[in-house]
Every structure is written in C-alpha cells, then in structure tokens.
C-alpha cells in the first residue's frame, strides 16, 4: 500500500519554527512533484508549498513567501516544509501529497498522508 507518511508537528509558540518532513512508504517517489497543503478547522484545504521532482522548481502561497521553505532530501524521496515565524493562523493540519508530472498548486495530487498537526499559541 502506498502512504505519504508526514511527522514534525506539535504545539509551539508564536513566532517559533518546526520543520516538517514527509516520507514514503510502500513506494518510492523519486521523479515526483511533491506539495504541502493544510486545513484549519471549518476551512477547505488550501495549497501551501510545492516543490518538482528535481528540487529545481518550488511554489509557495502569499501566506507561505518569505516565511516557509520546501526542499527534498538527497535522494529526493524525503520533502521538507521549514517553516518559521510561525503564527496563530497558520494552525491546521498539514498535508503531504505527491503527483506526477508538473509542480502544481492546485489539489491534484495523486497520493496524500495522513497529515500532522500544527498549532500555534499566542
């Protein structure tokens, strides 16, 4: 069965930093676009990050710019989502999701994870 398997969430402050990270199992996806997307409660889920299968290519949301960086690890089959200076209204649950082809914003990923859940106090 292939899974998205994301970790890295917890309850931190504003202002403070967590790194996510998504990791296959099941399947490689090496030549894989990977994204980051979340949903807060009573909010459909919106795009965050994106990043192409060579690492070459990221897109970010107005909300993610300047503040999170998507990267994938050296064997490209781990995706990173840093994100810093975290505020109240980035808690939600976040998604990591993969697709063939194109970098894209859009939710046409083929395969998701569970997601991993951040929340940030004031």
């Known amino acids: 069965q292939v899974q998205l398997v994301e970790s890295g969430g917890g309850l931190v402050q504003a202002g403070s930093s967590l790194r996510l990270s998504c990791g296959p199992s099941?399947?490689?996806?090496?030549?894989?676009?990977m994204g980051w997307f979340r949903q807060a409660p009573g909010k459909e889920r919106e795009f965050v990050a994106a990043?192409?299968?060579?690492?070459?290519?990221?897109l970010y949301s107005d909300s993610a710019k300047g503040r999170f960086t998507i990267s994938r690890g050296t064997a490209t089959n781990t995706v990173y989502l840093q994100m810093n200076s975290l505020n109240v209204e980035d808690t939600a649950v976040y998604y990591c999701?993969?697709?063939?082809?194109?970098?894209?914003?859009?939710?046409?990923?083929?395969?998701w994870g569970q997601g991993t859940q951040v929340t940030v106090s004031s």
């Open positions: 099941g399947r490689t996806f090496t030549h894989y676009a």
């Open positions: 999701a993969a697709k063939t082809g194109f970098v894209s914003t859009g939710a046409n990923y083929d395969y």
């Open positions: 990043i192409s299968w060579t690492g070459g290519n990221t």
